[in-house]
């Protein structure tokens, strides 16, 4: 028999650095069969115990011992935060991302969790509040505390981080017609190992080469040139770092683009990665050539997306 739900909260995937903007870009995705890519957590009752289930098609990835799982930290950093005792609650996990996969799958649990216990309980923190709380909680994660992908996650969109800045986060502009092919081949990649082979330090011209790439991103969204957008598309910083992590990367790159893909990067820290193409009928190729050529086993996914412009939030019955 099914269990009654109370309520039903949904976090979509995301896509960090987005190539050219390292720890500072991340867009959230949605497919264009308007299925759900991301986690769905379900609000079951009020217990006398914190209890968690999990259900989906990458929950083998998971701990068993479910106090382990984000879900349960996030309840617990919450109720922290709030500075009072909770009610306990019956939880279910459906895990539709897979781990260590570069497609924000912890990014994408935190959020669904802090969401969802913000909103079920009434709301007590704002949103840049819930927002830093996530990124702390992502942070004990990832080995570092960094917004690229629970801020689009929560939020929706195409998301710049703004360090610095009270607001955390601002979202940008996107072309509507482009669908990105996200395609992870089944292997998990760990972001701290993958953070571990970046170079700790840039020389000056590196550093100017960086920000110039990603200032010419962004100018070209808001000008709406989309030849610029697609030119200034470089990954300075991670992806020299991490080629020998996904060799594949090159000559995928080459095959493609001289299909007419945009452009095929590093979805996050790997070992997914994201084509960027400028229609449809394009982006259907591209999935199936990725599925056939970089996919290694069941545990492969890939799916034609569109930028997904709502982030976090209750789904209704």
Same mark, same amino acid.
Request: glycine share 8%; with cysteine; hydrophobic share 45%.
């Given at each position: ?12 995937? @995301? ?80 895990? %539709?991302?897979?781990?260590? @996969? ?15 216990? %913000? ?21 004990? /994660? ?7 992908? /629970? ?21 940008? $502009? ?5 669908? /990105? /092919? ?24 590196? @550093? ?35 080629? $020998? ?51 290694? %086993? ?20």
């Amino acid at each position: 028999m099914q269990k009654q739900v109370i309520k039903r909260y949904y976090a979509p995937a @995301s896509t960090g650095n987005v190539s050219v903007g390292f720890d500072l870009l991340g867009a959230a995705f949605e497919p264009i069969d308007g299925s759900l890519l991301g986690d769905v957590l379900d609000i079951l009752a009020e217990t006398p115990q914190l209890s968690l289930t999990i259900s989906g098609r990458y929950v083998h990835q998971l701990p068993a011992d479910t106090t382990e799982n984000l879900i349960t930290q996030a309840f617990y950093a919450f109720e922290q935060a709030l500075g009072k005792p909770l009610p306990r609650l019956s939880l279910h996990l459906h895990k %539709n991302l897979p781990v260590g @996969s570069g497609l924000g799958s912890s990014a994408c649990s935190i959020v669904v969790a802090f969401y969802a216990f %913000n909103d079920y309980f009434g709301r007590p923190f704002t949103q840049t509040q819930l927002l830093t709380l996530m990124a702390i909680a992502e942070g004990g /994660v990832s080995g570092s505390v960094h917004y690229d992908n /629970v801020a689009p996650s929560y939020l929706g969109g195409l998301q710049l981080m703004l360090p610095e800045s009270p607001k955390l986060c601002r979202q940008l $502009p996107w072309f509507a017609h482009w669908r /990105v /092919v996200l395609c992870y081949p089944g292997t998990v990649l760990s972001t701290k190992a993958a953070r571990q082979v970046l170079p700790q330090q840039l020389s000056l011209a590196h @550093s100017i080469a960086f920000a110039g790439t990603l200032s010419r991103f962004i100018s070209a969204l808001y000008s709406d040139d989309e030849q610029d957008a697609v030119s200034a598309l470089h990954d300075l910083i991670a992806e020299p770092a991490r080629l $020998p992590l996904i060799p594949e990367l090159l000559s995928l790159r080459q095959t493609l683009m001289a299909e007419g893909v945009a452009h095929l990067g590093i979805s996050g820290a790997g070992p997914t990665l994201f084509a960027v193409c400028q229609n449809e009928a394009l982006a259907t190729e591209t999935a199936d050539y990725l599925q056939r050529h970089y996919a290694k %086993n069941q545990d492969a996914l890939t799916v034609v997306c569109r930028l997904a412009t709502l982030g976090a939030r209750a789904l209704e019955d």
